[in-house]
């Protein structure tokens, strides 16, 4: 079991199980070796702020599972019905992959493969966004 590879720069922080943990002065690699813990780089994450757009919203409610500041429990099927509700407008084959790789991950419980899959629709979702404004 090779567990989740986090490779940390300089001062990069995260978050692992609601504890924010900075790496030292040099580029440092570590193993994850708990299954379902909850890991977020910070580098990553959405501020309250930006978020203005439905993939940013379903990011950031898999990003506060993540922080611990939502139960998985309740956040599960909202998650679900937000992704089913980004189908809808995902229709291209690649965003359908992602999406359904975000549903196999939120059915067992893997909130941060969730959030890395979602993410990717960021740059898509930017795209369709400039194009009809």
């Given at each position: 079991?090779?567990?989740?590879?986090?490779?940390?720069?300089?001062?990069?922080?995260?978050?692992?199980?609601?504890?924010?943990?900075?790496?030292?002065?040099?580029?440092?690699?570590?193993?994850?070796?708990?299954?379902?813990?909850?890991?977020?780089?910070?580098?990553?994450?959405?501020?309250?702020?930006?978020?203005?757009?439905?993939v940013r919203r379903v990011c950031y409610a898999a990003q506060l599972v993540l922080s611990g500041d939502m139960a998985a429990?309740?956040?599960?099927?909202?998650?679900?019905?937000?992704?089913?509700?980004?189908?809808?407008?995902?229709?291209?084959?690649?965003?359908?992959?992602?999406?359904?790789?975000?549903?196999?991950?939120?059915?067992?419980?893997?909130?941060?493969?969730?959030?890395?899959?979602?993410?990717?629709?960021?740059?898509?979702?930017?795209?369709?966004?400039?194009?009809?404004?």
């Amino acid at each position: 079991m090779s567990g989740l590879v986090l490779k940390l720069a300089p001062k990069e922080r995260v978050l692992i199980n609601g504890v924010v943990i900075e790496n030292g002065d040099r580029r440092s690699r570590f193993s994850i070796m708990t299954p379902q813990a909850n890991v977020l780089r910070l580098r990553d994450a959405i501020h309250p702020d930006e978020v203005n757009t439905p993939v940013r919203r379903v990011c950031y409610a898999a990003q506060l599972v993540l922080s611990g500041d939502m139960a998985a429990g309740d956040a599960r099927q909202q998650l679900l019905r937000r992704v089913e509700e980004l189908s809808q407008v995902f229709t291209d084959a690649d965003s359908r992959r992602v999406l359904g790789e975000a549903t196999e991950a939120l059915v067992a419980e893997q909130y941060y493969k969730c959030l890395k899959s979602l993410r990717s629709l960021l740059p898509r979702e930017e795209r369709l966004m400039a194009y009809h404004q």
